[in-house]
Structures are given as structure tokens and as C-alpha cells.
């Protein structure tokens, strides 16, 4: 079964502060999908990165970054220099690619304030 | 492009009465799933299909739930009857084949209230 936790409920931050989001998961599987969701006040869910369970390599764009790392089975996203737009609920989600589609897993939600 | 469609966006209706949600998905894309969110369950896989047949409708909750893909541009999902613990948001994705098919790209969702 696979399994998505994300620990922290809520985060509060003042403005310009780097924020990380955690997000440890649990799969038999060997090759997976990990991904990482906004979710703003308005409610849609936007899709932000994607990362395939052979590609341990790091991502930034902007200022957003993650990383991922097999070894501890988690993948956790930075904000650098948090803007009040940022505060949205983030979702962590995993998919399994052995063959077969499937729907994505979601982890719970980190609800994220940006404070001015 | 146009995203994910989803209609009515919002939706308050009575208990016993029949709701259809609707949803277009991404031209060219040809897998559609439904999700639902609540508080209590977060978000949840209802069910998807993949060129129009219904793949996995293991989410469902219950025979009062029913969904079709008539064509490539629309899906339906059904509840009838109706009963306030349906309350939520349901939203509706889509993913193309290949390489990119696990970037499922997700409506504005409707939020159905049952009182």
C-alpha cells in the first residue's frame, strides 16, 4: 500500500522567511512518481513539479526548490524568500508507475500562512 | 489552453434529490479521473477512465455513485439519491498517455452542499 505523510498541519511565517514543507512517503514499489500540488484560497489544484524515483537530482525554479532522497523516503519543498501570495494549502502525492494507471495518493496538506 | 472544465462550480441541493457534476477534460488528453475532498478523508481517487471505459471504480463509496464518459470531451459523475455526508468538493483530472501521463492536471472542482 502506499502512503503519503505529511507531518506538518500548519505553518505560519512572516514574509521574506524560507519555509520548508516536508513530505515522507511509503511505497513497495520501485518505480514511482512524486509530486507536489498548490492549493490557494480559491480552491483549484495546481500542479507544480514532478519527480520520477530514479532522479535524485535536486530541483529549484525560482524560488521554489525540492528535494528528494530515496534513502529517507521523503521529498520536501522550499520556499526562499516566502511572499504572501505563497499561502496556499500544499500537497505532497505519489503515484505508482509499474503498469496500470492509477490515481494519485495525497498526503494530508500543509497549510501554509504567509504573514506580511 | 483551456484547463479543466468543470460545471456547476458550486452546488446546494436537498437530500434524495439526484446531482450531476460535470467535467471536460484537456483536448488530447485521454485519461480522465474524479477526485473527491473532505476534512475528514482529504483527497481521494473516486474513479478514473482511460479512453472513455471506466478503469478503476474502486473509490466509488457506494451504488449511489455513478460516473460515464459518453466521449473524449465529457464525463459525468451522478449521486442519487443525495445525502448530506456527499458533501465536498469534486474535482475532475486529466492526464495525457506517454511520458506525460502522470501529470494529471486537475478542474476548479464544485462544491456540493446536501442539506
Known amino acids: 500500500a502506499q502512503k503519503v505523510t505529511q507531518a506538518q498541519t500548519e505553518i505560519s511565517v512572516v514574509e521574506k522567511e524560507d519555509v520548508t514543507l516536508d513530505c515522507v512517503y511509503e511505497?513497495?514499489?520501485?518505480?514511482?512518481?512524486l509530486f507536489w500540488y498548490k492549493q490557494p484560497p480559491s480552491g483549484e489544484l495546481v500542479f507544480l513539479i514532478r519527480r520520477n524515483s530514479f532522479d535524485e537530482q535536486n530541483e529549484i525554479s525560482g524560488r521554489y526548490s525540492w528535494n528528494f532522497q530515496k534513502s529517507t523516503s521523503s521529498f520536501n519543498f522550499t520556499i526562499t524568500a516566502s511572499q504572501v501570495v505563497d499561502s496556499a494549502v500544499y500537497f505532497c502525492?505519489?503515484?505508482?508507475?509499474?503498469?496500470?494507471?492509477?490515481?494519485?495518493?495525497f498526503g494530508k496538506g500543509t497549510h501554509l500562512i504567509i504573514q506580511p | 489552453d483551456a484547463g479543466v472544465i468543470q460545471s456547476p462550480r458550486h452546488e446546494v441541493t436537498e437530500m434524495g434529490q439526484e446531482v450531476t457534476l460535470r467535467c471536460k477534460p484537456i483536448s488530447g488528453h485521454d485519461y480522465l479521473f474524479w477526485y473527491r475532498q473532505t476534512m475528514m478523508r482529504g483527497l481521494e481517487l473516486l474513479i478514473y477512465?482511460?479512453?472513455?471505459?471506466?478503469?478503476?471504480d474502486s473509490g466509488m463509496p457506494e451504488d449511489r455513485f455513478s460516473a460515464k464518459m459518453p466521449n473524449a470531451s465529457f464525463s459525468t459523475l451522478k449521486i442519487q439519491p443525495s445525502e448530506p455526508r456527499d458533501s465536498a468538493v469534486y474535482f475532475c483530472?486529466?492526464?495525457?498517455?506517454?511520458?506525460?501521463?502522470?501529470?494529471?492536471?486537475f478542474g476548479p472542482g464544485t462544491r456540493l452542499t446536501v442539506t
Open positions: 483530472a486529466s492526464s495525457a498517455s506517454g511520458d506525460r501521463y502522470y501529470e494529471q492536471y
Open positions: 477512465f482511460n479512453n472513455n471505459v471506466p478503469i478503476d
Open positions: 511505497t513497495r514499489d520501485t518505480t514511482y512518481y
Open positions: 502525492a505519489l503515484i505508482f508507475s509499474g503498469g496500470g494507471a492509477d490515481g494519485l495518493t
